[in-house]
């Protein structure tokens, strides 16, 4: 089995989703988008907490588009797996068009190439070089934006928050599934996956200085499609964990934006998810608008004399 029909095999199993798509009209991004309100920061340090959730996270591409056109002025970013893929784009300076000309440019059947070993079936390589070619020199912390990408150690199963130093190794460690990838070491420890520990990045956006957050899931829903054979109901099983942990941390976002996009994919593919997190965050931003004008509020109260 080639490379690329390695990964693009594995890849459907974990969307669940047919090599090829249909695309009916209902496909189609909208002629002209609804105009975005203008959303006020009002002073607060505001975050965006990507999570994880595979070929979902396009629809990240979606939400950041909405965000831009709104105009809000979002300092922090935490991304997890694929939220921290796209986010860090974001928190590196790329913008809303850049990002998405990346999204529908870069060949993400290549994105890991085959290594099997005691610790994962390929390595995802790939991810690092081409956001290391995006990225330049510069370190995390050198960005425009804040930026933390969540990963696991893999020896003692803590939660790692990297917000320094080589952007593009932290992604991918971030990004490097279990026993598909192989772990990536950083600073002598062994690190894969965020979503095993904070699919939604809400409390390392928190811990980064935040004032609001706004938590963004993209999962696979258990429900969303019947799982079947071995690799299909362990693969279950890992959604509905991960599930439960995304619930638990999307309670403690200041507002939560939660879609259900997996039938969008196998109807529509890729651009289906980007039209669907655009409209989405579109249609939450006059509440978002609502929110953190509270939130300036009560703080306001807080330090008033």
């Not at 870069?106 to 995006?134: C, F, K, Q, T, V």
């Not at 829903?221 to 964990?241: K, T, V, W």
């Amino acid at each position: 089995m080639s490379v690329r029909l390695a990964l693009a095999t594995v890849l459907a199993v974990l969307a669940g989703v047919p090599a090829a798509h249909a695309q009916p009209a209902e496909c189609a991004p909208p002629a002209q988008w609804p105009l975005a309100p203008h959303v006020d920061a009002r002073g607060l340090a505001v975050a965006v907490a990507f999570g994880s959730g595979s070929m979902h996270g396009m629809a990240h591409v979606g939400v950041i588009q909405a965000l831009e056109a709104s105009g809000l002025d979002v300092r922090i970013v935490t991304g997890t797996s694929v939220g921290a893929i796209v986010g860090s784009m974001w928190a590196s300076g790329l913008d809303a068009r850049e990002i998405t000309r990346m999204a529908f440019t870069y060949d993400w059947d290549d994105a890991g190439h085959l290594a099997p070993g005691a610790e994962g079936l390929m390595s995802n390589g790939p991810i690092r070089d081409e956001l290391a070619r995006i990225f330049g020199s510069r370190p995390i912390q050198a960005w425009p934006r804040h930026f933390g990408a969540v990963a696991t150690n893999m020896v003692n199963g803590q939660r790692r928050v990297l917000t320094s130093g080589d952007g593009a190794r932290a992604v991918q460690a971030s990004a490097a599934m279990p026993v598909l990838f192989h772990p990536v070491v950083i600073g002598g420890e062994k690190l894969a996956d965020g979503a095993l520990v904070e699919p939604v990045p809400v409390d390392a956006a928190r811990e980064m200085g935040a004032d609001f957050v706004i938590g963004i899931d993209v999962a696979y829903r258990p429900y969303e499609a019947p799982a079947g054979g071995l690799s299909g109901q362990a693969f279950q099983a890992m959604h509905i964990l991960t599930n439960q942990l995304a619930q638990r941390q999307l309670r403690d976002a200041d507002f939560a934006l939660r879609l259900d996009v997996h039938q969008q994919f196998v109807r529509c593919g890729p651009q289906g998810l980007v039209t669907a997190g655009r409209l989405a965050m579109a249609r939450e931003l006059p509440a978002l608008a609502k929110a953190l004008a509270k939130a300036a509020a009560q703080r306001n109260q807080r330090v008033a004399p």
